[in-house]
């Protein structure tokens, strides 16, 4: 049975003790890199945090700070963290201000093991629908778009060398929890992670709104049942010609009003579900090997 008493530990008042000062710095990514820690804001993404086990069984969230407004609002959170073995402190709200990156904190602010999947693994798995990030730089359409894939039953998502950190307290918020939901890799350089997804027997597709395949053409004829890796560039300037160059198509999303263009997320979120339902459909292919 879960404890869903509030925390014990005595209250932390003050910004500068070595506790709040240990978790402010995870702001900076030099630091989450070197700590291999993360900061987890709002009662969703604590509560998916406590409830996340590593590959090893090592829990994932380490230590939680709340206020005592939020331990009272959400009992629930602060058991299932405590039932995880993570040190519980009540703070202050003036202590939670110092350790959140947001304007409006909401009282719970974790710390989590960073999360990351070698690549390797992901291949081993033998996905049926991956989203690889390349040249992604701003961290909320990062989360959004790994929100996006979770939702829509992606198996991994691939940060290239290129792209923002997935760890980025903007990407973490932007995915709403969706970081422990599914295997990510990152750092992966874009040529070998597309040469290893092949080599998979995962078809390579290039998200670009100058492709000269149109997405819905290419429902129509029944292309899109099979394994399928989406790639998606920059917000800016799209994907750069040598990325293009190494997928098996480039497919755009149409356009069928006067807008001028859709954003990285939704365009993303397009193209995810498409080949979701594909994939679903009679006769789609449901894993590599039946293929």
Known sequence: MKNNMPPVSPELISPRSARVSAARRLAKRNFRGKDRLFLAEGPQAVREGAGHRGADGSATLVELFATVEAAERYPDIVGEA??????????SEEVIAEISTTVTPQGLVGVCRFLDTPFEEILAARPRLVAVLAHVRDPGNAGTVLRCADAAGAEAVILTDASVDLYNPKAVRASVGSHFH????????????VAGLKEAGVRILAADGAGDRDLDEELDKGTMGGPTAWVFGNEAWGLPEETRALADAVVRVPIHGRAESLNLATAAAVCLYASARAQRASGGCRSVTES
Do not use: Q
């Open 82 to 91: 405590r039932d995880a073995g993570a040190r519980v402190h009540l703070a």
């Open 182 to 193: 599914l295997p990510v890799a990152v750092g992966v350089p874009v040529e070998r992670a």
